[in-house]
């Protein structure tokens, strides 16, 4: 490769605005001198036309014979624009908002959704915003429409439902770097809803639900285990004291008569049965009574 020669990267640069201009030569002179003995001739009646005020969120990029007059854009307050060769274009510095409307995306995984978003932007730099760009915010609201496809049509639905910050995140990056030399800044990225079809969002519900019960029988196998364990341990602490067994039943019959019932039923062990009716715990045979 030849080193006098220019990288496309270099000349690209080199057409950028930005780069000092070349002096207006010999007839750009000769016009400015004009222009100037024209104004003064026609004072004071010309001064009210090339005095101009730029407000404070505005600035305004001058054309003087067709070059911009400075590298960057004047204002505000007011500014001067000679007769018959300036030319002034005013541009608002403000946020603008860009509704992304609903875009048809088909995701990695082969499910159709529509998303949209919006997008906050602003310009920082009026003279590349004028001179490289013929319109500048037609062609971020394209560039965004462009990039959400391109973005989420390389994520999973599930990956668009669960993450919106990060996708959000990643266009605001391509944008911001996109957009740079229009003199935007992306400020914000947001992705404002995502649809699926009808059927789709059935199929995930009853998907869901079944999760759901699977855990929650689950959850109730463990909890009869746990009480399972812990009535055993109960029983085999009660076996090791009969009073304690007394006590528990002499319990339970104090809660049942604090609810107002009309019948109690009140457990008697085994033992007081076998003294009072001759019940034999073993052969569970009465004995007959003699004569």
Not at 48 to 65: D, G, H, P, S
Not at 221 to 234: D, H, I, V, W, Y
Request: with cysteine; charged share 20%.
């Amino acid at each position: 490769m030849d080193p006098g020669a220019s990288s496309p990267e270099k000349l690209d640069k080199e057409n950028l605005v930005g780069i000092k201009s070349k002096g207006l030569g010999v007839c750009g002179w000769i016009l400015l001198f004009l222009s100037f003995l024209l104004m003064v001739i026609t004072f004071p009646i010309s001064i009210w036309m090339c005095l101009k005020i730029i407000k404070e969120y505005e600035r305004a990029v001058v054309f003087r014979l067709g070059r911009i007059q400075a590298d960057r854009a004047k204002g505000p307050g007011l500014i001067l624009i000679l007769p018959c060769i300036d030319v002034f274009v005013k541009v608002d510095l403000r946020t603008v908002t860009c509704n992304i409307p609903p875009q048809e995306i088909l995701t990695r995984d082969s499910v159709t959704t529509q998303v949209d978003g919006v997008v906050y932007y602003r310009i920082y730099s009026a003279v590349s915003a004028v001179a490289n760009v013929s319109d500048v915010h037609q062609a971020t609201f394209l560039l965004a429409q462009t990039t959400l496809r391109n973005v989420l049509g390389t994520r999973t639905l599930s990956q668009i439902l669960a993450g919106r910050e990060e996708i959000a995140h990643s266009i605001q990056t391509l944008l911001d770097d996109a957009t740079e030399l229009w003199g935007i800044r992306v400020a914000r990225v947001e992705i404002k809803d995502v649809r699926i079809p009808v059927q789709l969002q059935r199929s995930m519900a009853a998907e869901a639900e079944a999760t759901r019960e699977a855990r929650a029988k689950v959850l109730a196998a463990e909890g009869e285990m746990n009480a399972s364990k812990a009535l055993k341990s109960a029983s085999m602490v009660l076996a090791e004291s009969p009073a304690a067994l007394q006590l528990r039943y002499l319990q339970t019959l104090a809660t049942v008569a604090t609810e107002k019932n009309s019948t109690i039923v009140f457990p008697l062990p085994i033992n007081m049965l076998e003294g009072i009716g001759g019940i034999t715990y073993d052969n569970h045979q009465k004995v007959p009574n003699r004569a």
